[in-house]
């Protein structure tokens, strides 16, 4: 029934378009279909313009505000590092003082940039420092450190401390070990900062030059409570309302 009906139709649309022929014209019948057309090819390429205009200008906006928090979080981000500063380099003069070493510092971890299979590098930067008088500053030499490289993160990450001499590193990381003996480094102490989301970066004290400390428990139990300080000011999350 319903293919009667459709050739019922045909049959009716094509006796309308011959009445319009024979009334008008061939020819005359083809322009008027080929204005027809073309009246409504204009229309459609108007709406696709202005959808193509409509979608430019949400992703300019979308851009726009993506730009704007981005700004915004820097911002902050940086009135948060001069509000902890103070805070950050007491902790160090505080360490320096009570255990007696020749430098003292903080490394912060960071994400790099991914690689082609979408896995980012875990990088490492000495944002704090101090050394003593007669011992060079180093901070620059650790300024983007891709931890990767090396074993000994991985050894903190399982062992959260480490103290004792470069002969005893060496069986963990002997590249690591090899960068610290060109700073004049002898006995090395370190602990990771964990933040509310894992570890944050790694605080830690060198003696230099054959100097050693005094007591390994004294470190254990300073470690303890500086890093825990530490946490609190570094850690970025903790400050977010």
Do not use: W
């Amino acid at each position: 029934m319903g293919t009667v009906d459709n050739v019922e139709k045909s049959v009716n649309i094509i006796g309308k378009i011959a009445e319009i022929i024979k009334k008008n014209g061939l020819i005359i019948t083809l322009i008027a279909v080929m204005l027809f057309g073309a009246g409504v090819g204009s229309v459609m390429c108007y709406k696709v313009f202005k959808l193509n205009e409509e979608f430019g200008i949400t992703i300019r906006k979308q851009n726009q505000e993506a730009e704007y928090y981005k700004d915004k979080e820097h911002s902050e981000s940086n009135k948060i590092r001069e509000e902890i500063k103070p805070q950050v380099d007491q902790i160090i003069e505080h360490t320096m003082d009570k255990l007696d070493c020749d430098r003292c510092y903080v490394i912060e971890m960071h994400n790099g940039n991914n690689n082609p299979s979408g896995l980012p590098f875990i990088y490492g930067e000495m944002t704090y420092e101090e050394s003593v008088y007669n011992v060079d500053d180093v901070d620059d030499e650790y300024m983007s450190i891709n931890l990767s490289r090396y074993k000994f993160p991985m050894y903190l990450k399982n062992n959260t401390m480490f103290i004792g001499t470069l002969d005893e590193m060496r069986d963990i990381d002997p590249k690591l070990t090899k960068k610290l003996e060109s700073d004049d480094v002898t006995y090395v102490a370190m602990v990771v900062i964990n933040g509310t989301e894992g570890e944050i970066g790694l605080f830690g004290v060198s003696y230099c030059n054959g100097n050693e400390p005094k007591n390994d428990e004294v470190i254990k139990t300073l470690f303890m409570t500086e890093s825990q300080k530490l946490s609190h000011y570094l850690d970025k999350k903790r400050h977010i309302k």
